[in-house]
């Protein structure tokens, strides 16, 4: 049989253990241990430059009569061009960088993934601001073959990073360029492409 100071001892844990539980409980009243709960800047409207607001300016479709600067663009406002996605678009500027603005729907096609079809897609709502480096006063600046790293050869349209790698293989195995058609020499390298970059290219 318990002593009374046994009992008195047990009274004791049992009133802490209820204590204890009622705190646990209170203090669990509101949220779970843990949770995280996230607000948006500002209230539920999306900043702009959040990832809402971008894909809404995407979605955005064209006016009938709206214009979009090739030669000066940012590659999401590109990308609302009939025909031109993100990739494209990207490429677009990327070109553009490398090589300067434009000028015209002739001065675009220059980069990869761009056509006929795609040209006459986007008349209606192209324009240009800058000047074709085809312009009389200003000369390109070409790419040396014989000399160009495999990563400057890469960035002209319909070379990538496998034909610049192949170039410059062929370059170390038979020496510099001396024409631009020598490239035809080059394997995975076509008439096509040679065409299309001669005038960005130099031996």
Do not use: W
């Amino acid at each position: 049989m318990a002593t009374r100071d046994e009992r008195r001892a047990t009274l004791i844990l049992l009133g802490l253990a209820c204590a204890g539980l009622v705190v646990r409980l209170l203090a669990l009243s509101g949220t779970a241990p843990g949770d995280i709960t996230y607000r948006a800047a500002g209230g539920d409207r999306p900043t702009r430059d959040s990832l809402a607001a971008k894909a809404g300016r995407l979605a955005r479709p064209l006016a009938p009569d709206e214009k979009i600067d090739l030669d000066l663009a940012p590659a999401d406002e590109l990308a609302r061009l009939p025909r031109i996605g993100p990739a494209l678009a990207a490429r677009i500027v990327t070109d553009r960088t490398i090589n300067g603005p434009f000028g015209s729907l002739a001065g675009l096609d220059r980069v990869s993934g761009v056509g006929p079809t795609l040209l006459r897609g986007i008349e209606p709502h192209a324009v240009f601001s800058g000047r074709s480096r085809k312009s009389p006063d200003r000369q390109p600046d070409l790419v040396r073959l014989s000399t160009a790293t495999a990563e400057e050869l890469a960035q002209l349209p319909g070379i990538g990073p496998v034909k610049a790698k192949a170039i410059v293989r062929h370059r170390e195995q038979y020496g510099p360029f001396r024409s631009v058609e020598n490239l035809t020499n080059v394997r995975g390298i076509g008439r096509a492409t040679v065409d299309r970059i001669r005038q960005l290219v130099r031996p």
